[in-house]
Nanobody, 121 residues
């Protein structure tokens, strides 16, 4: 069973920083893209950042210049460094990844349970 576990969320003041981590574990053959999404109250889930196995990185316009996604393939871990946080960054942040559990299988999208990030003014 594949599991993704996020950590690092919390309550910070505007202008502060947080570093989110997500570790994938279980029966993993390979991990392709790894993602961070977020969902604020009353809003739809949105993509924050993506980091593919080949090194392609993309960010949502709202976080460019403030957030940095990175990954450690040896540890099956993806990180999101969040600097200059704003109240509008408040959301539940979800780690997700495209993972295959066997060589002959295609990838499936797996999601973590989410970690709350709250930024006060």
């Amino acid at each position: 069973q594949v599991q993704l576990a996020e950590s690092g969320g919390g309550l910070v003041q505007a202008g502060g920083s947080l570093r989110l981590s997500c570790v994938a574990s279980g029966s993993i053959f390979s991990i392709n893209a790894m993602y961070w999404h977020r969902q604020a109250p009353g809003k739809q889930r949105e993509l924050v950042a993506v980091f593919t196995r080949g090194g392609s990185i993309n960010y949502a316009d709202a976080v460019k210049g403030r957030f940095t996604i990175s990954r450690d393939n040896a540890k099956n871990t993806v990180y999101l460094q969040m600097n200059s946080l704003k109240p509008e960054d408040t959301a539940v942040y979800y780690c997700n990844a495209d993972i295959s559990t066997a060589e002959v299988m295609g990838v499936q999208r797996y999601w973590g349970q989410g970690t709350q990030v709250t930024v006060s003014s």
